[in-house]
């Protein structure tokens, strides 16, 4: 079974950049993984900020980019605002026709 | 306005079954690929299950597959889940969601999400 994999946790101070990762466990990520990143605050339903590695969706300011970078999807977040305190979810397509969530990054903006 | 309003959701015993439905509207439904995604209690997102645009094509996580067959009306604009055998592991806000490009495969990802309603699975 493919378990996507994702820091628990992350802290970033205000105005600082940040980098969370989304990992295969077995393999790495490539382009052919269109990997998705969405942001969920407490009691919210998700919200899509990146789509196809690195398509921002529509709203979402460019402080937010997604990337492959080494065997990973990234997702960087420059000049961290308190509203960015989230969870930081990734999917990743892993083949016939399925997608898989990773865990979550829990961001703290401290 | 773009929006997705999910329904259905509701307190049944194990064994039951349920009928989600996802009413969207402000959007040209018929071009999306359609995603159901669930969230447990105080747990990450899973996702369930996607249908291509045209209905064509389904396709599950295994830990739904056989029991919650995916399904669309593009005449009624709806999407829905049929939850069925319902187990207390169920218990989730359910989600809707629209796939992300018009005419895309599911895998491109999702784009706008709907507010969710809640299943819950006790005896």
């Known amino acids: 079974q493919t378990v996507v994999t994702q820091e628990p946790s992350f802290s970033v101070s205000p105005g600082g950049t940040v980098t969370l990762t989304c990992g295969l466990s077995?393999?790495?990520?490539?382009?052919?993984?269109?990997p998705s990143w969405y942001q969920q605050t407490p009691g919210q339903a998700p919200r899509t900020l990146i789509y196809s590695a690195n398509t921002r969706s529509s709203g979402v300011p460019d402080r937010f980019s997604g990337s492959i970078l080494g065997n990973k999807a990234a997702l960087t977040i420059s000049g961290a605002q308190a509203d960015d305190e989230s969870d930081y979810y990734c999917?990743?397509?892993?083949?016939?026709?399925?997608?898989?969530f990773g865990g979550g990054t829990k961001l703290t903006v401290l | 306005q773009v929006q997705l309003v999910e329904s259905g959701g509701g307190v049944v015993q194990p064994g039951t079954s349920l009928r989600l439905s996802c009413a969207a509207s402000?959007?040209?439904?018929?071009?999306?690929?359609m995603h159901w995604v669930r969230q447990a209690p105080g747990k990450g997102l899973e996702w369930l299950a996607v249908i291509s645009y045209d209905g064509g094509h389904k396709y599950y996580a295994d830990s739904v597959m056989g029991r919650f067959p995916i399904s669309r009306d593009n005449s009624k604009n709806t999407l829905y889940l049929q939850t069925n055998s319902l187990r207390v592991e169920d218990t989730a806000v359910y989600y809707c969601?629209?796939?992300?490009?018009?005419?895309?495969?599911?895998?491109?990802?999702?784009?706008?999400w709907g507010q969710g309603t809640t299943v819950t699975v006790s005896s």
């Open positions: 402000g959007f040209t439904f018929s071009d999306y690929a």
């Open positions: 999917v990743l397509y892993v083949g016939s026709g399925i997608s898989v």
């Open positions: 077995s393999g790495s990520v490539s382009s052919s993984n269109w």
């Open positions: 969601a629209k796939g992300a490009s018009p005419k895309a495969a599911g895998y491109y990802g999702m784009g706008l």
